[in-house]
């Protein structure tokens, strides 16, 4: 079923009706009301009312208008039309008729080619162009046909500079090597692609051997990270960090920091023997865990347990006491919930900021009622506490009336029905219907939002 739309439409000359379908039916059986616009299916042509007829909209083409590229219109609305169609320059244009040329059924064909572009090309430009040392060159016209081919020549050697010395590189006959050094550097040359085999990307990788061996000093001026087993017996490493053989001192103005990329295993700190102590900080130091902390035995605090500033308190087995922000007063607000009996129950809270509301606040913002008396076209609806008369009537959501979503309901089909819907000062709501509607023919619903 369609909606009833129980007022007039008011595009307001800007708003399209886009992808509209008349009403298809015939002027028989369509109600003669001036100004309706149908489909009439038995004629196929659409039709319009006119207070006495229905007058017939299809007809003859009374105007040709063509318009090209720069604007200029050839614009017929009188006698033959004749519209030419002509090549540019190394453009033709023809049509071909196939079959009987005789018959009235036999289509026209449009062909438009390019000419042939030998008139441009002369015959010492034939041939391959580009080789090994050289490239191609190519000349197009506007038209995009080909008008001169020539070559340019290419560099094929390549200057490799050294610390010491440089050398040319023939691209088309030489190798270039790139060899390391013993027990210092190696170097290897790949050409694999993603699958290990053979491809089309030559890598060259540079770096150290499993064992280097560095004949003079080694100087470490930021970190050094070494992943198996150090012996830094009486070994300085820029002046901060001292490894005696089993203790790692600092002087006082040094951080010391361990870090692990290895997000599976981490950082394991006194796990080899059992019951050993560890401490961390001094009496008086503050230790702050940046990240989520696992206690998987016992929690034991010793001083005092500070939440929110003592803000939030588990003051029995199932209720949460929240103190406020002002703890001098005696009132504060607790949160509990019923004995589960049958299962566990979970309760999510939304991710959105915001101020949970209670089923009473939820049911206060709804309002329903029944309007129409078969004579007013203009019904009320006022806040609680105005009085009123007539079709007119009270609701109970307050003043604000831009914030009502209002909808109505056809109470006799179930439909949901469109009128004009104006919401004015002090909880003003006025809905307008084109024709009276029967005594509380009308559902009204209203929610009021923020």
């Known amino acids: 079923m369609a909606i009833p739309i129980l007022n007039h439409l008011d595009l307001r000359s800007v708003s399209e009706l886009q992808n509209a379908i008349l009403h298809k039916t015939t002027s028989g059986n369509a109600t003669d009301v001036e100004g309706k616009i149908i489909y009439d299916t038995g004629t196929n042509s659409p039709k319009v009312y006119d207070g006495s007829n229905w007058i017939d909209l299809g007809g003859d083409i009374r105007q040709v208008k063509v318009t090209d590229d720069g604007g200029v219109a050839y614009d017929v609305t009188s006698g033959n039309f004749d519209l030419v169609i002509s090549g540019d320059t190394g453009i033709t244009t023809s049509f071909v008729r196939a079959g009987d040329p005789l018959a009235l059924t036999t289509p026209y064909t449009l062909k438009i080619d390019l000419d042939d572009t030998s008139t441009d090309m002369t015959a010492t430009n034939s041939g391959v162009y580009g080789s090994a040392t050289a490239i191609p060159i190519i ?108 203790n790692i001192s600092l002087d006082s103005t040094s951080t010391l920091n361990i870090d692990n990329s290895d997000t599976t295993n981490g950082i394991t700190i006194g796990t080899a023997t059992a019951d050993v102590p560890i401490s961390i900080g001094h009496t008086t130091s503050q230790v702050t865990v940046n990240d989520n902390l696992t206690v998987t035995g016992n929690l034991i605090v010793t001083g005092t347990t500070i939440t929110q500033n003592e803000t939030i308190r588990v003051v029995e087995n199932n209720t949460i006491q929240f103190e406020g922000s002002d703890p001098s007063t005696s009132y504060e607000v607790k949160l509990t919930s019923a004995d589960a009996t049958d299962s566990d129950k979970t309760i999510t809270l939304p991710n959105k900021t915001g101020t949970v509301a209670l089923t009473s606040d939820i049911t206060d913002r709804h309002f329903s009622t029944l309007i129409g008396n078969t004579t007013a076209t203009a019904i009320n609806l006022k806040k609680a506490g105005v009085t009123v008369s007539g079709a007119d009537k009270n609701h109970t959501l307050g003043n604000d009336s831009s914030k009502f979503m209002v909808q109505l309901i056809e109470v006799s089909t179930g439909l949901t029905a469109m009128a004009d819907i104006a919401r004015g000062a002090d909880g003003l709501v006025t809905i307008t219907f084109a024709s009276a509607p029967a005594a509380n023919a009308i559902r009204v619903l209203i929610n009021k939002i923020g």
Do not use: C, F, M, Y
């Not at 200057?159 to 210092?184: C, H, K, W």
């Not at 060259?204 to 080694?218: A, D, F, K, R």
């Not at 012996?231 to 960090?241: Q, R, S, V």
């Open 139 to 246: 000349t197009v016209d506007r038209q995009g046909r080909l008008t001169n081919a020539t070559t340019a020549n290419v560099a094929t050697a390549l200057t490799v500079d050294g610390d010491t010395g440089a050398q040319d590189v023939d691209l088309l006959t030489d190798d270039l090597q790139i060899i390391g050094t013993s027990n210092e550097i190696e170097t290897a040359v790949t050409k694999p692609d993603v699958s290990g085999n053979p491809g089309t990307d030559v890598k060259v990788q540079i770096g150290l051997p499993n064992n280097v061996t560095i004949g003079n000093n080694l100087t470490v001026t930021t970190n050094l990270s070494v992943d198996g087993t150090s012996n830094l017996d009486d070994t300085d490493i820029d002046g901060t960090l001292v490894v005696d053989g089993s």
